[in-house]
């Protein structure tokens, strides 16, 4: 309950146009945007490299993801796509792992399908020259059967180097599931970060807990080295149950976490054998990521308040 309310609530904040471009401009290191760098790398592609290296030392792997929503103009979409385009490179000479993930707001979805399909294109093909992975993050439920759509677009002309997310809070993701898996396409599992109506989406954490199961079943049976990306250790253990039962060996799949969430956890794994990925996001559009971390987690926020008041004592002793 504590926790649908607190998703509720950052989820406002999340979308505050005003909040973004404050916490853009005013950058991580101010009015407690210092606690944000649990959770992201940094503003800069050279901080977050920085990071990658450090989680690749540990014998973890990285997908790097340049933070960013939904634009509202073309010429917003392109800037973007340019962007991009220029981490690819600074990766690429960088010698970490070539993996990223992007969402198609961030290339203009919300403006026109084409223009969009347009930029993931570019991206894919420049990513295919330096032999990078491209995951197409999942979005909140409008844009579930386009992010889909456009991926098979991609699939349908040969790409291969591009996968999805599918989100098990979500009624439908057991077809789609099915539907990725026919196609052979590389699926991340996640339960869903946004807040979603109860006509396509489990309200109670216990059915969207049943459902991550049943999907996770569906994706290690019949799906392409499939992501179960998540931090809790009932989900964790379930797919090493599930895997081991049917003999599917641990190189075939691979377990995902966010940056700065259990690392306890990422480690343990990685010493047992298993495939561990860190995402590591980075950028100065860090606001909205940020308060969906803090939702998911009503704890966060103690540590957030905290912060501020420290914040606050510091300045006032400096002053
Ligand atoms: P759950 O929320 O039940 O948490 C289990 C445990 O994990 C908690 O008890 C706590 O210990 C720890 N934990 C979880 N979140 C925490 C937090 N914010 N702070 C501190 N501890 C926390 N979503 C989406 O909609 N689209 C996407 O594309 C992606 N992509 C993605 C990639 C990767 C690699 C991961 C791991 C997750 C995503 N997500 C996502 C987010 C996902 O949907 C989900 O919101 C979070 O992973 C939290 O859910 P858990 O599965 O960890 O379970």
């Given at each position: 309950m504590l926790q649908a309310v607190s998703k509720a609530f950052?989820?406002?904040?999340?979308?505050?146009?005003?909040?973004?471009?404050?916490?853009?401009?005013?950058?991580?290191?101010?009015?407690?945007?210092?606690?944000?760098?649990?959770?992201?790398?940094?503003?800069t592609v050279e901080e977050a490299i920085e990071a990658a290296r450090a989680i690749e030392r540990d014998r973890l792997m990285v997908t790097l993801d340049f933070l960013g929503e939904s634009v509202a103009t073309m010429a917003e979409a392109d800037a973007a796509t340019r962007a991009y385009l220029g981490v690819l490179d600074t990766i690429a000479a960088s010698g970490v792992e070539r993996n990223i993930s992007l969402k198609l707001t961030q290339l203009g979805l919300t403006i026109d399908r084409a223009t969009c399909v347009d930029n993931?294109?570019?991206?894919?093909?420049?990513?295919?020259?330096?032999?990078?992975?491209?995951?197409?993050?999942?979005?909140?439920?409008?844009?579930?059967?386009?992010?889909l759509g456009v991926f098979e677009t991609m699939w349908q002309q040969g790409y291969r180097n591009v996968g999805v997310v599918l989100q098990s809070c979500l009624g439908r993701s057991e077809a789609d599931a099915a539907r990725m898996n026919a196609l052979g396409a590389r699926v991340r599992l996640v339960k869903g970060a946004y807040k979603e109506p109860k006509d396509v989406a489990y309200q109670s954490m216990a059915e969207v807990d049943a459902a991550y199961l049943?999907?996770?079943?569906?994706?290690?049976?019949?799906?392409?080295?499939?992501?179960?990306?998540?931090?809790?250790?009932a989900m964790i253990d379930a797919t090493r149950a599930f895997a081991a039962e049917r003999g599917v060996d641990p190189s075939s799949y691979e377990f995902q976490m966010l940056y700065g969430i259990r690392r306890d956890l990422q480690a343990s794994l990685v010493r047992e054998g298993y495939r561990v990925r860190v995402y590591v996001p980075f950028g100065r559009e860090w606001f909205p990521y940020f308060m969906r971390r803090l939702g998911e987690?009503?704890?966060?926020?103690?540590?957030?308040?905290?912060?501020?008041?420290?914040?606050?004592?510091?300045?006032?002793a400096a002053t």
């Open positions: 950052f989820s406002v904040l999340a979308d505050s146009k005003g909040l973004k471009s404050l916490a853009s401009r005013y950058g991580m290191r101010a009015h407690g945007g210092g606690f944000a760098r649990r959770f992201i790398a940094g503003e993931l294109r570019r991206i894919l093909d420049a990513g295919q020259a330096k032999d990078f992975f491209v995951r197409i993050d999942m979005e909140n439920s409008p844009f579930t059967e386009v992010t049943r999907i996770m079943r569906i994706l290690l049976a019949g799906g392409t080295y499939p992501a179960i990306a998540t931090h809790d250790p987690r009503p704890a966060n926020i103690g540590f957030v308040i905290n912060g501020l008041l420290r914040e606050q004592r510091t300045r006032a």
